[in-house]
């Protein structure tokens, strides 16, 4: 007898009650202000990663290794972002009541607010590790406050000084990058400081909520992206800054703004499932150990 | 002394005070459901008018000889649609309110509410000629109501049975197909019966809201929309509709749904370009007339 | 508990058991001698058919009606030709044995042959209606024989004179011309004589294979394929005849020769799924009569 | 021994001194106000001439029963639209010496003018077939004389009232049209008339040539041209009608503006391709008469 | 009452009398010899600027910190390059006159040519520093002198040796890198030796005309661009290149070869347009010292 | 008289009896598992190739110093590999039964396999320096033997342990890393270890087979191919290595897996003329030194 078809990323394919990692996918851009098409991006990834293989020579690890599970994109309205939004953490909750660790797949940035809402509700002690070329800081864009632009901003707003440290800014107005002197701790351009950041949350084994936005990689390797900016990171920097954070309590992560039809080459997809493919696997790895 | 640099759609360069007609672009996709981008129309239209001439073959008519306004696009939020559409109706109530018609470029088909619900202001016995392949009827598209998907049932709450007017229409679920036999006069896949719902129109000079959905056409001739229905219109017979409904006492008018960068070959562009100043020249002639 | 991520064709979400169609893909364009890129078809319309409605204002019918199911894709290797029919042959077999109708979505046209094999095996007297621009009548394609430029010639090499019958075709060598006024019975440009073929089908209850290349149609509305022939017939010709064809005994179909890469604006693949869903109403309404 | 590479168009592989038809292409753009690319039609056609057959069902003939050569490329400078046509003239001069037919792959349209001149100088009672979309009969465009939008108007200059035929024309200035209503035998948006301006010229043994700016087409057929105006005329009416001019004294012609770059999906290339075809199965046939 | 469209790079709506530096576009192509499209480059950097911030983290400074005015582009024709460049010069010329830095937006590198000739006019010891992939320093190409690939050439022509310095350089033929030799002052492959170049012209306040073609770059960033060549600097090296020219005596400058449509992700034109942010604000902020 | 339309890569007119270097072209993609369109590979490096110079800065030599002949490409069937084979294996034997050395531009990788065949049979002691993202080391791949993720198995099939040198390798199932551990000189991410590998080579004169699959260039300068893998080196990096395996006894050589239709932008196909420019350059060099 046939069965129907059945479509993961590559190497999902446990079943939920043995899986340690819960992927799914937030298909949602509608506060994209410049140029959508982050909604494609989690099925793109799903669909393309059968041009990778399970194993990373990086790592000397391969996904067969290990129980995750791809529960597919959640079915979300456009035009209303709260609801979005409340789809989107009670799906963490989901997963975090289960043990597991939720990786979500955007979708513009303003999605990883759903999740961190939940992961709080867990971790109120969280904090956010925060890769990106814009700083996502305004109070609000053009009269709205749910923006993928203010999103840092929003969690900001639930968690409070200096439990926010974001890596690779280059853009945003000058009223952000003054916000983020007195209440975040900015790192501008590069991963320079990173490592000192990760220690004291190591040593603390503090919760820590995880967050790339691949836009903080140079355009050169990633165009396909909403708002490219040039003067980025390059994937070997990024590959290594993913291992580093790895090693600290990660209770929730996600990867956003691929937006896959503004790069016809399909290079920005293909990164895009091989930096998940290096991200689960130094998760599953940690939480292993 | 320099000028700074006014980019005007071709041929609409008068002076606002003696303007008859007057655009005005909104460049708003927020809730488009399948593939976004009608937020790039009235800003590709602006541009690519160049490519055009200002005269009509088919009209013996020329742009150069009206006064025509181009306002510029308003500046909309991304995010909220409710915002989002009180601006352009504060638009529209304005040139409305100078005995002007206002001519909207969308912008996905949402936009046409705002501009509606001001032409509804001024004139209480409006009727809504509609061209499109969709019915836009549902009631609500994933518990949302301000949805593209539901504007045409938006109006109807305001203006109830029998006064939207539907041509071209070749995709719905059953329920709005069911909805229009009840409400609203639809006539599927093509322009029959135009004229014979024209003529008490014209006779009794009601006021006429005229909103092309530019997926009326078929994708061969404009493939550049957000969800291209095979089995429209040919380009002549959208020509010849328009000039018809011109003879009714439009007070305002919209054209929409043109996703620029959907079609690389600029092909749709340019035909969304003379559909425009078809549509111009026909409704400026009838007002001198 | 969170379930796996399940992708079918729009409204193809039946048990196989209950099933009456199915659907399944073969992702292969190995011999494609020009452009490739039909291996991405069934995906592509898949994924896209999503943008459509399950009902059909057309046929006044609707998906949810009936029962249908689609098995996904074979895993097909590339590089050996003889294996993809195996496993094409292999997978009709089984949905013929059970009584049910399988329809293929291709892939190149070279797919057909292992699909017609199975039904040859069911249906001894079959009969193939051919709706394609190209004659596919080749004796080798540069001295290879399993290609996509034969499979006429292969499945005439299985059926013997006068069971094939062709239409739209207005591609060849002069030789297969020659060959099709001996041995087949051909129709160039359009449709015309389709009903004075299906008489004494229908009459007869003749069993049909019924294989449709959608480069039958124009390339003004199907761009999307790998050899685009200019002089094609319209959609709405291309429905009517479906519906025509599918009064008589059709015990399989196929589907065929999208490459959705070639037409990034995405209408060749909204075609091709509208195409697919007004052929499973009319065969499933035919088979429920 | 090895060869080396030879491409010639489909077909045309005769040798120049028995040849009776002589392709060559004028890879220029220099002038094209709107979108560039028209250089590349003439290397873009010889390329995809090999999705091609020989073969054509429409006429049945073949072009390897006729004697064809092509002749390659002009290497033309950018930049000095003078020497540029007088590169292109002397080519002509060369092939009409020898006695043989001149088949100029432009290009954009001014190309014409440096063909029309050297068949002038051998016939000087020569009439101009044009097919186009645009008028191209302005005096001068933006300062300059020898400019695509003006060529009609350079040949009208050297001929005089009456000998150029236009058809399909739907794009120019008001003054254009007034031009024309005057000077020259315009048919506005399709072949009307067509066999009333030919049946004196093939009585009279006119020398006709025939030049067709391929964007006379529709673009939803041929969307790759540097401005597709919506309107235009099917490929089967634009084959018909190159049968009925070939049946005139044609003894140089010229197909031109494909900017192939602007229809990715290839189609247009392979519309310029079966028009090339054609155009010299017919031109050949009565030429052997 | 409503207002027309205005349309500026981002930053630069100063009035201009009180601005300092001013904008102006030259949309020319005309002799690229191989891929066109450098005409679109002005409008599109004016249009995409808007995806951008005013505030530079580079050098924390902001566009509305000084006072820039953007003029528009040049109405040009195609078809006479002595036309176009005299349009370039006078504009020049009334921008310096005005005791303003002109800073000109192609178009391919010959509109150089024309800014060059206003800025020898007003500072007769005028040095050139150059950034570039191409030596562009051909006496002719294919005959014609006024051509991009001889630019460098013409200046030096106006000038005489030892004042044009070129960096980056990497393609040319064999003679352009021998004249190098003899006349200019080049810098192969990088920006090496520019501290030692820039020295004696700051120490002694020469004034320069800065040229910046973009091509410089390497494709892996900046793809969009008629003839990419690969072995490019980067991004970050363009910035502090353009940082420590601008610490010269700046007197006009230009930034070209931006060809929009050839990258469709959009990535060269967002790159195009932060350096120029960038490169206006160095400028900006030296002259205001 | 004129002459028929010979098509070559730059600078590559030689006889073929004089010439050293014998270009060829193997437009195959048949086995393609991902992404095909590196058929269309060899032509697009040929036609572009006229974007260049013959001219190389980097090594001050021109490929007009040298004779080199391009012999066009092979007519292959799809279909059939191991018929592909055999017409690469017998060209080559051609090529270097003349004491010429062949430069195969490829098609898919797979072509290397005929090439290396005619290799051994002249050369028995033959080595292969591998430059590649993939390791392409699978006994089989989907049941396939001659497939472009085996052909490197398929060449160690034919000689031996210790006679492959692998650089770049970044991607392959874990079974293909444990195979190269034990069978092959594999060298991962990058070109460390190339000049410790090449120094015995040298010393020895051993023939070597020198194949580069362009995708171990990294995507962000190469992303148009089947199977772009981020992290890859860059383009000085090969350059330099190329000339470094130019010193060793090369007897052949390929280039392979550029798919130009997947960058559009065409700085793939440029960079991949440029790479075989230098390339044809360092080993002309070294064979007339």
């Known amino acids: ?3 129907p ?27 994209t202000s410049y140029r959508p098409g982050a909604r494609f991006g989690p099925s793109a990834m799903r669909h393309e990663s059968f041009g990778l293989e399970t194993y990373s020579p990086y790592q000397d690890a391969d996904l067969t290794d290990y129980a995750i599970f791809d529960s597919g994109d959640l079915e979300l309205c456009f035009g209303s972002s709260e609801l979005a939004l409340e789809a989107i953490q009670e799906r963490a909750e989901v997963i975090l009541s289960d043990g597991k660790l939720p990786l979500l797949m955007g979708g513009e940035h303003l ?26 800081l305004r109070e609000d864009y053009l009269g709205v406050q ?5 999103v840092l901003h929003r969690c900001y707003d639930l968690m409070g000084d200096g439990r926010i440290h974001q890596f690779c800014i280059r853009s945003g107005d000058r009223e952000e990058f003054q916000f983020a002197d007195i ?7 590069s991963f320079d400081g990173l490592e000192d950041v990760l220690q004291p949350l190591i040593a603390a084994d503090t919760p820590v909520y995880f967050t790339i936005d691949l836009d903080c990689l140079d355009p050169s390797c990633f165009p396909g992206t909403g708002t490219p900016e040039a003067g980025g990171v390059d994937f070997p920097s990024l590959l290594h800054a993913i291992q580093q954070v790895s090693r600290t309590h990660v209770v929730a992560a996600d990867i956003n703004e691929l937006a896959p ?14 930096v998940l493919r290096e991200l689960m696997l130094a998760l599953a790895r940690n939480r292993s150990n």
């Open 183 to 189: 209440h975040t701790d900015m790192h501008k351009f």
């Open 146 to 150: 749910l923006s993928h632009a203010c």
């Open 5 to 31: 078809n059945i479509e993961t990323f590559l190497g999902c394919d446990a079943d939920y009650t043995s899986a340690d990692l819960v992927l799914f996918g937030a298909p949602f851009d509608s506060t």
């Open 261 to 274: 039809m503004l790069d016809a080459s399909g290079a920005s997809t293909a990164l895009a499932c091989k």
């Open 111 to 136: 999605v990883t607010l759903g999740a961190v809402r939940a992961a709080l509700n867990h971790f109120p002690n969280l904090h956010i590790i925060h890769f990106d070329a814009h700083a996502d």
């Open 1 to 3: 007898m046939l069965s």
